[in-house]
């Protein structure tokens, strides 16, 4: 960084010193600023990102709800029903300006339907392609996602749920993070409502917001895994469980279940 | 001139050749694509899948036009590609209602395992065990360094539950879990491979313990190997990972001179 006094130096005329110390000051207020702010500011552009995303599926997971519960009573809930139902809702979160949105849809509840032990009303991809589990090179329909964490979590707590990062061998096949939210119609768990971002961009969006801090910024989740890193030597996907990183403060995000660690460069 | 490394003394030549032979990796590059159609493609896909038994005997298939949006294809490749199939006797179509195409009742994926050991050389299948290791075994290394012992864990318990299932959802089930400890690495690349690996190797891990003693050793070796993962020991869960494979391979190949009429 250069020394805001050494133009002055180099300046012989009076007229350069006060602005010289105001230089000064300026510097050393946004410092001090920075550094009190930083890892709430951090926090909160986590929040901010992760809000609108769960703000989309809390919009229509209600009426979804709504609707699979009046197919339910009718006896009638199979996963063609369940795939129109949800087509449009997945269609609007896909097209989600605030965040690049991967895939999105709606995860039923392990035996709801009246065809299907478990299934994916899932779209996803640039085309938004519908998911077919069981035609791909593994077949995917049998494995059990109810000790998945975008599955199990918002099902047990009732609460949404931004789940990973972690390598999504059922949909994306891709290192993803998913945000999922509970599904409830007359007190009953239906499913989940979803959305899945790829981490590499999240990593291309958070990573300059976090640089323009100032400071080096380290995303983590529950497990303490890193999402994102302002720092280099950092790598998406490292546990800081050991690292350097483990013993600096860590700052929860609110409603999300992530952390910023914040050094000052 | 095949060699990969050249001496100092070699380097004049060598670069005298340079233009004349392309690099090596231009081989691969140039490698013949082939004429193979798309509807060959879908046929083998589906062929494996249900020699493999990730399609079970009696299983419907997704329809015609859901394969054809799975696929990525026209749907005329897809019904192409099931004509052949039934022509083979692999699936039946039925109409009506509940019709479809389904795969035929006595499809017995230890049977075309078998058929495979027997058409396929040591060499291959010790170079299967080879691609099958090193893939696996850098992947749980990776998961032991970066894994949550929590992860691991519920990985873990999932094979304790095992005993009340039946022998194909068992096997299903150590596919799973297999998958799942590889995904821990946190490397979609590792994750999809292993995959790809998974569902041409699986028959073999069932034919190498076709009984039930067979299946809980492989059930407890995975277990070491979860362990490890837990632990955060990398070393071990690669070792016992190779151990694993070399142990499938020698089974493999003991089976199949133990049988008569093999090359």
Excluded at chain 2, 136 to 147: K, M, S
Aim: hydrophobic content about 40%; aromatic content about 4%; glycine content about 8%.
């Amino acid at each position: 960084m250069t020394d805001p006094l050494s133009h002055g130096r180099l300046d012989p005329s009076n007229r350069s010193l006060p602005l010289k110390k105001f230089h000064r000051r300026a510097l050393e207020d946004a410092m001090s600023t920075q550094t009190t702010t930083a890892p709430a500011d951090a926090a909160r552009i986590v929040e901010d990102y992760f809000g609108a995303p769960i703000r989309m599926l809390d919009s229509w997971v209600g009426a979804c709800a709504q609707e699979l519960a009046q197919l339910l009573s009718e006896g009638s809930l199979t996963r063609p029903r369940l795939d129109a139902v949800v087509e449009p809702y997945a269609a609007r979160t896909l097209a989600l300006d605030a965040v690049p949105v991967y895939g999105a849809g709606f995860i039923a509840a392990i035996d709801l339907l009246t065809d299907a032990h478990s299934h994916l009303a899932w779209w996803q991809g640039e085309d938004g392609r519908k998911l077919v589990l069981a035609s791909q090179t593994v077949n995917k329909e049998y494995i059990d996602y109810s000790e998945l964490e975008w599955y199990r979590v918002p099902m047990s707590t009732g609460q949404p749920h931004v789940a990973g990062p972690y390598v999504d061998y059922l949909c994306s096949d891709e290192y993803t993070i998913t945000i999922a939210v509970p599904a409830v119609a007359g007190g009953r768990l239906l499913g989940v409502a979803g959305l899945d971002l790829l981490v590499s961009e999240v990593e291309r969006e958070l990573t300059p917001r976090f640089a323009a801090l100032g400071h080096q910024v380290t995303l983590t989740n529950g497990v303490g895994r890193v999402v994102v890193s302002t720092d280099p030597r950092c790598a998406t996907g490292d546990s800081v469980r050991g690292s350097r990183l483990a013993d600096l403060p860590r700052v929860s995000c609110a409603g999300v279940a992530l952390d910023v660690i914040v050094e000052s460069i | 001139m095949d060699s990969l490394t050249s001496s100092p003394g070699a380097r004049t030549e060598q670069d005298g050749q340079r233009n004349r032979h392309p690099h090596r990796l231009q081989g691969a590059l140039f490698q013949p694509i082939g004429d193979e159609g798309r509807a060959e493609l879908v046929e083998r896909r589906l062929v494996d899948a249900i020699h493999r038994g990730h399609l079970r005997a009696g299983e419907r298939l997704p329809s015609e036009s859901e394969l054809a949006r799975s696929f990525g294809v026209a749907p005329v490749t897809v019904r192409e590609a099931l004509l052949t199939l039934r022509g083979q006797g692999l699936i039946v179509t039925r109409r009506g209602r509940n019709g479809g195409s389904f795969v035929v009742d006595d499809a017995d994926p230890l049977a075309f395992a078998h058929t495979a050991l027997l058409h396929t050389s040591r060499l291959a299948l010790r170079d299967m065990g080879a691609h099958y290791s090193a893939i696996t075994g850098a992947a749980v290394r990776l998961a032991a360094r970066r894994a949550d012992p929590s992860e691991a864990s519920r990985v873990l318990r999932r094979l304790e539950r095992l005993e009340d299932l039946d022998v194909d959802q068992q096997r299903r089930v150590l596919d799973d879990v297999l998958v799942e400890l590889v995904s821990l690495s946190q490397s979609a690349r590792l994750t999809r491979e292993q995959m790809k690996l998974q569902a041409e190797f699986s028959p073999y891990l069932r034919l190498a313990a076709p009984d039930d003693a067979g299946l809980r050793a492989q059930s407890a070796s995975l277990a070491g190997i979860i362990a490890a993962v837990e632990q955060n020991d990398p070393d071990a869960a690669g070792s016992r990972t190779e151990q694993l494979v070399a142990d499938v391979i020698d089974a493999l190949i003991h089976l199949q001179s133990s049988r008569p009429g093999v090359p």
